[in-house]
């Protein structure tokens, strides 16, 4: 520490003495209490690694004297205090540290160099699927098969933990990344040793999953971002960022009756994604805080990468402690959090001076409605009223190209004399017939035949996963349960809240009508929902049925959830378990009854709705400090499945012929030399995508084809489908990865005629393939890619595959209306460089097909802030345009002309062992 500005001071917290860089000795020369919370965190960071060169007096000062309305123009330089990990993305970063010092080994360094300088914590959260469902065996069966597909990459974790200093791992069947993060791992604040001195600092979080703003309910400032630069921070690299802006979200009142938090997030979605709020932050206040329990503040910040900004956070309040205490942290960490919160100007309460934010928006938290999102966006907000009429619209576009069919279940015939909701005959006619365990009846559009309680966002907050199984009880007492077409199923985020669910007995009650625990993990909400029953499947496929998923998630793209499942609504716990009962969207919950109770009389959702006073009185006697205790006191260890599970030894990683584990090829043939930002020329269109194209339609993380490139790489390689596992669990194998970018069943090149599919045309033939058997027939052809597509470009996941996929495929350049933050990023950190068409422009306007040849000149090394691009038809008629060059910072362009993040990192570690 540098300490240019004279802040280094003392605190003494529980008879100990902490090093702090001063924000009150800041304020002596500049006038803080304006800034937003989390500007003082960034601002805390800089003073804390002032050192001359990665942090300057300079930088310092552009923070502390922070214009809300500038433009961010000024680079400045974040280190995060540690790194969380779940396993889709963690195992590809493992992978990528062991490459490295396979490299750094050749470029004359030590293995050692490649480790983890800040803590670095995985939990394996992204396994489980949902294979088995609807009764007290789902859970061990789901577990049991997951060991079994993914023991080739538990074997290669436990070899990292072995391996790597700093390093650990949260066991399968433990939790959500998050809510293990929110529970347990986060600090709020951090101690730790520097030259013999003990530090208090912020605790701030890189987090290889978009969701890592979950922990921004707690007043930790964290994003999400890709592998690669979580690697990059873990080896000690910091992250390089424009100064933000920061969007202040004001709320007031408070939230009314039968409103949950999933309604409330779903409307700050809507709000913030209309308002844009791409690369800002975002940071709550107002007198509506004293109303949101911790869990709903969390629901919030989890859903920040929806609404596209950078962190959605809260600041430290009396709200935060409750929540420690409750959670099982230590009476000592709790007073060190309270103490360093009110000396540095982080605490929050009703004294707190207003922070100036770039722009406000406000909300009553009275005039929150019962809401969904669907039938593909999380932003698509929908009155629950209004749901049967967006079904409705969805369906005319989904279903355009096929037969009229029809739009509801007409009938169900059960035990009971359970019959279906009286729903009249549509016009598209009847629906196909199926029968499954003894039932049957007629399978029709808007059948719901997934419905989910899972995902980080939700299964954190009591009062909407209590309020599930309260509504389970009222429906199972009047004799209502599940239809029989729905696939069911709970993934709580931690067992912390199965802890809770049988103390009340509500567990139960939720079995009773269909749902059980079918694993600790992301399950529905990342794709791994599992196979539908085959009966319902052929039922889809003979009907071209548009069927759809309700759950309780925080992503519902297109294709994400099921391959056969066309329409997705995110939705509340209670109202999953209310649409499993209903099995249709075709139904107005406000009005028609979800079905016949047991005496033949109809049961509306009103009439099992519990209210906000049930489900406070269940949260008061349910939950307690000693079940984070109990759950988390032996966090790392595992089960003895885990522990059984054998590994290598060596700090050099042993390759072997694994289709889970590769040696990746981004480090081959590397030298100390670095390259320089040259012109594209005489580049082919891989892909003229449309707007919103997503992490998920870019490399999909759910099912693999056995017709695809990839299913036959596998087959290829003597694996049989069924143990085909999922995109996701493959993603520390380079060869199945690249043969999956692109590879979403519901993308959409234009540059086809209304062809679905990974598919492209291979220009110089004309002939339609798969994306990635035309790049490699470019690739063979020595030809330069791109890919051009429309706004919001590579929304969604963190994943780092979407880039690592791209530029194996030999994409040297997306040019595209407007990139999300994350993908942006880690397009750069992977050496493809993001262009971005003049406001107003977009490949339509400018009239290209993508059977165009491209040039891009005037990058001059990267110091040109635009390009000049020549699209030349087939006729020899040449296209100009001008686009703009997204390096946004100076370190961003040094990480460019070495090739990537990593190759710089190598670099710089193995210069220093030369040196």
């Given at each position: 520490m540098q300490d240019s500005f004279a802040t280094r001071d003392t605190l003494a917290v529980n008879g100990k003495q902490y090093q702090i860089a001063s924000l009150a000795k800041l304020g002596?020369?500049?006038?803080?209490?304006?800034?937003?919370?989390?500007?003082?965190?960034?601002?805390?960071?800089?003073?804390?690694?002032?050192?001359?060169?990665?942090?300057?007096?300079?930088?310092?000062?552009?923070?502390?004297?922070?214009?809300?309305?500038?433009?961010?123009?000024?680079?400045?330089?974040?280190?995060?205090?540690?790194?969380?990990?779940q396993d889709f993305t963690g195992v590809p970063c493992v992978v990528d540290l062991a490459a490295m010092r396979d490299a750094v080994v050749k470029l004359g360094g030590d293995a050692k160099q490649i480790n983890p300088l800040a803590p670095a914590e995985l939990v394996i959260d992204?396994?489980?699927?949902?294979?088995?469902?609807?009764?007290?065996s789902a859970l061990e069966k789901n577990v049991e098969i997951?060991?079994?597909?993914?023991?080739?990459?538990?074997?290669?974790?436990?070899?990292?933990?072995?391996?790597?200093?700093?390093?650990?791992?949260?066991?399968?069947?433990t939790g959500i990344v998050h809510q293990v993060n929110l529970e347990h791992l986060a600090r709020v604040?951090?101690?730790?040793?520097?030259?013999?001195?003990?530090?208090?600092?912020?605790?701030?979080?890189?987090?290889?999953?978009?969701?890592?703003?979950?922990?921004n309910g707690i007043g930790v400032l964290g994003w999400g971002v890709g592998g690669i630069e979580a690697e990059a921070a873990m080896l000690g690299q910091p992250s390089s960022m424009l100064i933000p802006q920061v969007v202040g979200f004001k709320l007031t009142g408070k939230l009314s009756e039968g409103v949950t938090a999933t309604d409330l997030v779903l409307t700050v979605t809507q709000m913030l994604r209309k308002l844009g709020v791409v690369g800002k932050f975002v940071e709550f206040?107002?007198?509506?805080?004293?109303?949101?329990?911790?869990?709903?503040?969390a629901t919030i910040g989890n859903m920040a990468p929806e609404y596209g900004a950078t962190c959605g956070i809260f600041p430290v309040d009396q709200e935060?402690?409750?929540?420690?205490?409750?959670?099982g942290r230590t009476e000592e960490q709790i007073a060190l959090v309270e103490a360093y919160a009110k000396a540095q100007g982080l605490w929050h309460d009703e004294h707190t001076p207003h922070a100036e934010f770039t722009t406000t928006l406000e909300l009553d938290l009275a005039d929150v409605k019962p809401s969904m999102a669907g039938p593909k966006r999380p932003q698509d907000r929908v009155l629950l009223g209004d749901v049967r009429k967006s079904f409705k619209d969805a369906v005319v576009g989904l279903t355009a190209s096929r037969k009229p069919l029809a739009t509801t279940i007409e009938r169900f015939a059960g035990e009971g004399g359970d019959t279906a909701v009286g729903h009249e005959e549509s016009a598209f006619g009847k629906g196909e017939h199926v029968e499954l365990n003894g039932d049957k009846f007629k399978l029709g559009d808007g059948a719901v035949v997934i419905a989910a309680i899972t995902s980080c966002t939700n299964t954190s907050n009591p009062a909407v996963m209590l309020g599930a199984g309260l509504l389970a009880k009222k429906a199972a007492a009047k004799g209502l349960k599940a239809k029989p077409w729905v696939k069911t199923s709970i993934g709580p985020g931690s067992l912390v809240v199965s802890d809770y669910l049988e103390k009340t007995g509500l567990l139960k009650e939720l079995e009773k009508i269909g749902f059980y625990i079918v694993g600790y993990g992301c399950t529905t909400c990342i794709g791994n929902s599992g196979p539908l029953p085959v009966e319902i499947s052929k039922g889809i496929a003979d009907g071209d049925l548009a069927v759809a998923s309700v759950l309780s998630g925080n992503r519902n793209f297109e294709g994400r959830v099921h391959p056969e499942v066309k329409m997705n609504y995110l939705a509340s716990p209670p109202l999953v378990v209310a649409y499993a009962l209903a099995g249709t969207l075709d139904i107005d919950l406000t009005k028609d009854p979800i079905g016949n109770g047991s005496d033949g009389q109809p049961v509306y959702l009103k009439?099992?709705?519990?209210?906000?006073?049930e489900i406070s009185d269940t949260i008061a006697g349910a939950i307690n400090p000693a079940m984070f205790e109990k759950n988390y006191a032996d966090v790392f260890k595992g089960d003895s499945r885990w522990n059984h599970i054998a590994s290598p030894d060596g700090s050099v990683y042993q390759w072997n012929d694994s289709t889970y584990i590769k040696n990746p090829p981004y480090f081959d043939g590397m030298t100390m030399e670095t390259g320089k930002i040259e012109d594209i020329h005489g580049a082919r269109v891989l892909g003229l995508f449309g707007d919103s194209i997503t992490t998920d339609h870019i490399s999909p993380a759910g099912s693999i084809k056995k017709d695809s490139p990839a299913g036959r790489f596998l087959i290829s390689k003597g694996v049989e489908p069924k143990d085909f596992n999922s995109y996701g669990s493959r993603r520390g194998n380079d060869d199945v990865m690249v043969r999956g970018t692109f590879a979403n069943i519901r993308i959409k090149n234009l540059m086809l005629d209304g062809v679905e599919g990974g598919y492209t045309q291979y220009v110089p033939s004309g002939e339609q393939m798969a994306i990635y058997d035309a790049a490699m027939k470019y690739k063979a052809d020595k030809t330069p890619l791109v890919v051009l597509a429309g706004k919001e470009y590579g929304t969604g996941s963190s994943r780092d595959w979407a880039a690592k996929g791209t530029l194996l495929l030999g994409v040297k350049a997306v040019i595209a209306e407007s990139f999300e933050?994350?993908?942006?990023?880690?397009?750069?950190?992977?050496?493809?460089?993001?262009l971005q068409f003049e406001d107003g422009q977009n490949a339509q306007s400018l009239g290209l097909t993508g059977k165009e040849t491209f040039d891009v000149a005037g990058l001059q090394d990267g110091k040109s802030k635009t390009a000049k691009v020549t699209a030349t038809d087939a006729d020899g008629k040449k296209k100009e345009f001008t686009v703009k060059v997204l390096l946004l910072t100076p370190k961003e362009r040094e990480f460019f002309r070495h090739g990537g993040i990593l190759q710089y990192v190598l670099r710089q570690l193995a210069g220093k062992k030369a040196a």
């Open positions: 002596q020369r500049f006038d803080l209490k304006r800034l937003p919370y989390s500007m003082k965190i960034l601002l805390e960071n800089l003073l804390r690694h002032e050192d001359g060169v990665n942090v300057t007096a300079k930088e310092i000062e552009a923070v502390a004297n922070w214009d809300a309305k500038k433009e961010p123009d000024t680079e400045i330089s974040f280190m995060p205090a540690r790194v969380v990990l992204h396994s489980v699927q949902v294979d088995v469902f609807g009764s007290e997951e060991f079994h597909r993914n023991q080739e990459r538990y074997s290669f974790l436990r070899w990292g933990q072995k391996a790597f200093d700093n390093f650990k791992v949260v066991p399968p069947r604040v951090f101690t730790g040793e520097d030259n013999g001195e003990s530090w208090a600092y912020p605790d701030t979080v890189f987090g290889t999953d978009s969701h890592t703003t979950m922990i206040f107002g007198d509506g805080l004293k109303h949101l329990a911790l869990a709903d503040r935060a402690l409750n929540y420690l205490h409750l959670s009439d099992i709705w519990p209210s906000n006073k933050r994350i993908h942006r990023s880690n397009l750069v950190g992977m050496g493809v460089l993001p």
